[in-house]
């Protein structure tokens, strides 16, 4: 099994973070979120960011595992 899957799911969550701090960004510059909220949602999609891809990774790496014990994975979802 290919690890299209993974990589895409990775690529959106990129572009969709990307586009929740622009908007966060905007509202800050617009006052209509004062600057330590919109500091409190940065940190909150950092947060988001950093778990998602840890666990991008470790089913990265528990697909070489079991790719290595000559067993087939199937993709979650």
Known sequence: MSEEPLRSGRLELDQSSDAAREAILAR????????????AQLDALRTIERAAHHAWRIAHHMREV???AGREVSAPG
């Open 66 to 68: 079991v790719s290595s």
């Open 28 to 39: 800050a510059a617009a006052a209509k979120i004062d600057v330590e909220g919109a500091l």
